[in-house]
Nanobody, 124 residues
Framework: QVQLVESGGGLVQAGGSLRLSCAAS????????LGWFRQAPGKVREFVAA????????YYQASVKGRFTISRDNAKNTAVLQMNRLKPEETAVYYC?????????????????WGQGTQVTVSS
């Protein structure tokens, strides 16, 4: 079992920045790839970014590339999503997820554990 807790969400103006954190407990953190997803009201949950177990490989949705940065610290059991130049359409609940097997990191069904989410609201 892995428990994930997100934090760092809030209200920000368009063009602003937020830093989301994901704190993990339970099994060995470095055994899991980590992903960030988001879900806006009435929409499906979508992939935002992911990072490999070692942290050497990162993956991004095309629309966030160059603005968002995912990182992890395996010694501290934490992952971070730095979000810059935020847009109103990126208002959503953001979720951290952990993947035990080597599946497609962009698919929700490939993840084994999920946090409860943190709300991000971007005002125009």
């Amino acid at each position: 079992q892995v428990q994930l807790v997100e934090s760092g969400g809030g209200l920000v103006q368009a063009g602003g920045s937020l830093r989301l954190s994901c704190a993990a407990s339970g099994r060995t953190f470095s055994d899991y790839a980590l992903g960030w997803f988001r879900q806006a009201p009435g929409k499906v949950r979508e992939f935002v970014a992911a990072i490999s177990r070692s942290g050497r490989s990162t993956y991004y949705q095309a629309s966030v590339k160059g603005r968002f940065t995912i990182s992890r610290d395996n010694a501290k059991n934490t992952a971070v999503l730095q979000m810059n130049r935020l847009k109103p359409e990126e208002t959503a609940v953001y979720y951290c997820a952990a993947q035990r097997t080597s599946g497609d990191v962009t698919l929700t069904r490939e993840y084994d554990y999920w946090g409860q989410g943190t709300q991000v609201t971007v005002s125009s």
